[in-house]
């Protein structure tokens, strides 16, 4: 008996505000703490817990630096965080509209990255 | 806003997508577009600005001095107030349009000054105004 493809959601990425950052970044490629902030609407301390939660699982790459003087904090999804983005919308597509595409495999497992 | 964590169903993990994907296209736009809009006024500014330096306009040479200014300052504001995407191409690609077109309206401003018919004046105002075009193609797209 086949699972039903919600199983293969990624837990990391199936939550609201999580779900918000990556696929903003998916989007925009590379961008600052506070303009990731300003498009998902949410508060500093929010944003902070759901990107650390997502840099743990190697998802998204932080780099700190300075642009006209000013320090910045940018943001951007690694190789995969784009292969688990793509694998999660494919998922969803398959439960929004099954047998629309080819049935999706499950994701190799990635392992989270050691703190 | 503090969104609490809840568990998502399928139909609401889609329409977030779409939502936060339809945020991103906006402000792309807005900043590709206001950029649009300043190179149109710049051309319209030079083009004015010609007709002022040869004496048809002359009541109105201190509005045409000021309006820079007033300009800058508007566009300033309403950058300041609706972010950009921030990427850091974006934001190095904005300076250094600033930079550029800073630097050409002031060629564009003395050739306008110095060249004797108002055509010739007005088409100085292109130079700037090409470096708004392209750049908000180059803000649109990239």
Same mark, same amino acid.
């Given at each position: 008996?086949?699972e039903?493809?919600?199983?293969m ?9 999580? $779900?918000s !950052? !990556? ?12 303009a990731l ?27 700190? /630096? ?8 940018? $943001?951007?999804?690694t190789?995969?965080g ?14 929004? %509209? ?9 994701a ?8 | ?11 609401a993990a %889609? ?5 936060? @994907?339809? *945020? ?10 206001? *950029? ?6 710049? *051309?319209?500014?030079?083009? #004015?600005?010609?007709? #002022? ?9 201190m ?22 995407? @921030?990427?850091?191409?974006? #934001?190095?690609l904005?300076?250094?349009?600033? /930079?550029?077109?800073?630097?050409? *309206?002031?060629v ?8 004797p018919?108002p ?14 075009f392209?750049?908000a193609?180059q803000?649109?797209?990239?």
């Amino acid at each position: 008996m086949t699972e039903h493809p919600r199983v293969m959601l990624d837990e990391v990425i199936h939550s609201p505000v999580r $779900l918000s !950052i !990556i696929a903003s970044l998916a989007r925009i490629g590379e961008t600052d703490f506070a303009a990731l902030r300003d498009i998902v609407d949410v508060s500093d301390s929010l944003l902070s817990k759901h990107l650390r939660q997502l840099e743990d699982r190697g998802y998204l790459r932080v780099r700190k /630096g300075y642009l006209a003087r000013r320090p910045r904090t940018w $943001l951007s999804l690694t190789d995969d965080g784009f292969t688990a983005f793509r694998h999660y919308r494919a998922v969803l597509t398959e439960i929004l %509209d099954p047998g629309a595409a080819e049935p999706v495999t499950p994701a190799k497992q990635i392992a989270p990255q050691a703190s | 806003m503090n969104e609490p964590e809840s568990s998502l169903n399928a139909d609401a993990a %889609d329409a977030r997508i779409r939502r936060v @994907e339809q *945020v991103v296209t906006i402000r792309r736009r807005f900043r590709s577009r206001t *950029v649009l809009l300043a190179g149109a006024v710049t *051309v319209a500014y030079f083009a #004015v600005m010609g007709a #002022v330096t040869n004496g048809r306009a002359e009541p109105f040479s201190m509005i045409m001095t000021l309006f820079p200014v007033l300009a800058v300052v508007v566009l300033a504001s309403i950058w300041g107030k609706h972010r950009g995407l @921030e990427s850091r191409r974006l #934001v190095t690609l904005e300076y250094r349009l600033a /930079g550029m077109f800073a630097l050409l *309206v002031c060629v564009a401003g003395v050739l306008a000054t110095v060249l004797p018919h108002p055509l010739p004046a007005a088409l100085a105002g292109v130079l700037p105004a090409a470096v708004c075009f392209i750049g908000a193609w180059q803000l649109a797209h990239r």
